[in-house]
């Protein structure tokens, strides 16, 4: 399975030029707002016909103009869940659900009713009106009508930008379990960190209509330049990690990554099971002694491989624990005071209690990467 | 009570042939209607101005220019008249056909504008999503489009139904005012009124118009509530 998008494009005064490629089962096309994500994203599902360019689905050719190609948008068997849901008003929430399901060819209609209902939990919706649910109610119901119309390739344009945090915690637990129970891939819009390094396998990263970097999420997000200046707080190491034990105790789970182990607030998952955690460099300490009396509970050693100026006062330093990189953001003071530079032996130290929901979720499966 | 439904057959001619004219002159304007809504909210093309025009006319034309010219082109001698009764049998004028016709183009501009503005609220956003739920542009516009611009249909039809049921200019000058074919009620009422006595008959006619009208209104109101209600539109 493999989206490979390669258009120009312009729109007024702004000029989109962009070219990727990503087999990955979640892609997320990541950048701030007016970076082009969601015209690009249109294109793939037909809605905006590009000036010049070629679009290919799994080898199918969509789009390219230089041959006068262009597959109609209800021809595409191609899913799209918008930032508004548009559920439509005069049907109910079946009715909405049951609209795309006779349009895809017998033999290729995957989606069963049941089951879409059953994994994103709208069983009780059913009979309701779209006006009478709340925005996440709305926003499942939209994912499982985009589903029922068995789609090959399912986009998401930033589908949890317009509710609030509670509502969010809500549905990713939703989208976790559409990326690794079903073999549908997604290309996801968003311009949040926090979500594209919970859920992506890849990242697309778009500034200004030009694709700046793309690639694994580990890597791209370790690129903290490549963060818009409002979520670079946001950023850091990406760590996929499996649960060892338990610890019922003290309320902790304790996880084993490359970098050792791992202790976070209790997660309720059962053991073995992976785990991806998002470590915020402004999260990160760095010693250069094995430190003692201290209330933090991870302290990984590592060597740095890199340093980089960030914004005002700080840098960026990179951590290698034992193959995983750790990002810490100092101040200049610190690096100074410390005398760190390439190749010091340090400890990266990180609080238990900065892994909050939103830092660690459901990881992917180790072959999601593709 | 009795004096106002002790109606003469003439009478109750008139009645039946007003709701017969009006009902039929409304269902056939509906599909053009749609179509030339529809050509209007979203089309763009060379000469959407003039069409727009066009079917204004008989909104601002006096009704009898209107008649004359729908006798010119539909009568036996006329272009439109003389095909259509060779090719297919159909003759409008003198007929109730005739009064149809004249009922139905007075108030096309009205069903127009209404059905219009309602395409116009449609958010297109809805129908792009059909789209790529597999749905082609004519499956769209039948689930989603048409039940969307319901409100609009219900309205545009109810004006188009008071419109023929008041029409009397154009009709009266095109099919002229001939008793159980015709005569429609505006026309049996001025009838009477040109007759010494008839103050009667006028009168309740007159009556009987107003209770049509508000109920066709009032069933209007009645419909557009229970479609509103269903959709539940936020």
């Known amino acids: 399975m493999s989206v490979l998008v390669d258009i120009s494009h312009r729109l007024g005064e702004f000029a989109i030029d962009a070219r990727f490629e990503s087999a990955g089962r979640l892609t997320a096309l990541f950048g701030p707002s007016g970076s082009g994500k969601t015209t690009l994203i249109n294109m793939i599902a037909g809605l905006i016909r590009p000036d010049k360019g070629r679009i290919a689905v799994d080898g199918r050719v969509l789009v390219d103009t230089s041959a006068g190609i262009f597959v109609p948008k209800h021809k595409r068997r191609i899913g799209m869940v918008f930032q508004d849901a548009r559920l439509f008003p005069h049907m109910s929430v079946a009715g909405n659900l049951r609209y795309g399901r006779w349009f895809a060819p017998a033999a290729e209609r995957y989606a069963n009713m049941d089951a879409v209902v059953d994994l994103l939990g709208i069983g009780h919706l059913l009979d309701r009106r779209p006006a009478k649910l709340s925005g996440g109610e709305k926003q499942r119901v939209a994912i499982g009508r985009a589903l029922l119309a068995s789609p090959k390739l399912l986009l998401m344009d930033e589908p949890l930008a317009s509710l609030d945090d509670a509502r969010k915690a809500e549905i990713l637990p939703y989208i976790e379990r559409l990326r690794d129970e079903t073999k549908l891939p997604i290309v996801y819009v968003s311009h949040s960190v926090a979500e594209v390094a919970r859920l992506a396998s890849d990242v697309v990263v778009m500034a200004q209509g030009k694709v700046a970097a793309s690639g694994p999420t580990g890597a791209i997000m370790q690129r903290l330049d490549l963060l818009p200046a409002e979520e670079r707080g946001e950023g850091g190491a990406v760590l996929d990690t499996k649960v060892l034990r338990h610890d019922e105790a003290f309320g902790m789970s304790v996880l084993g990554s490359a970098a050792g182990e791992i202790r976070v607030p209790r997660l309720a998952i059962s053991v073995g099971a992976p785990v991806r955690i998002r470590i915020r460099a402004r999260d990160v300490m760095v010693a250069t002694e094995q430190p003692t009396g201290l209330s933090a509970l991870n302290i990984l050693p590592g060597i740095i491989v890199a340093v980089s100026p960030g914004e005002g006062p700080t840098v960026e330093v990179g951590i290698d624990c034992n193959g995983a990189t750790v990002l810490a953001r100092i101040t200049e003071q610190s690096r100074h005071a410390l005398s760190l530079q390439l190749g010091s032996k340090v400890f990266a130290v990180v609080k238990t209690v900065s892994f909050d929901r939103a830092n660690t979720a459901a990881g992917l499966p180790a072959e999601a990467h593709g | ?234």
């Open chain 2, 1 to 234: 009570m009795n004096w106002l439904l002790d109606l003469t057959p003439d009478e109750w001619n008139a009645v039946r042939l007003s709701i017969k004219v009006a009902t039929v002159a409304m269902l056939f304007s509906l599909p053009p209607g749609i179509a030339i809504a529809l050509l209007l909210a979203r089309g763009k093309f060379w000469g959407k101005t003039l069409l727009n025009g066009v079917v204004h006319l008989p909104l601002i034309l006096p009704p009898v220019v209107t008649g004359y010219l729908l006798l010119l082109t539909f009568g036996r001698r006329g272009p439109a008249g003389a095909f259509l009764a060779e090719h297919f049998g159909i003759v409008f004028s003198f007929r109730w056909t005739g009064a149809a016709l004249a009922c139905g183009i007075m108030g096309f501009p009205l069903m127009v504008r209404a059905i219009r503005l309602s395409i116009e609220a449609v958010d297109r956003k809805m129908e792009a999503a059909a789209g790529t739920l597999g749905a082609n542009p004519l499956f769209v516009f039948a689930t989603i489009t048409l039940p969307l611009i319901l409100p609009g249909l219900i309205a545009g039809s109810i004006l188009s139904f008071a419109k023929a049921m008041g029409e009397f200019g154009a009709t009266i000058t095109f099919v002229s005012n001939i008793p159980n074919e015709t005569q429609t009620l505006p026309s049996a009422i001025y009838t009477f009124t040109q007759v010494p006595g008839g103050d009667d008959g006028a009168l309740r006619l007159t009556l009987i118009s107003i209770v049509i009208s508000m109920a066709a209104l009032v069933a209007s109101e009645v419909l557009a509530r229970r479609v509103g209600r269903r959709m539940d539109i936020e």
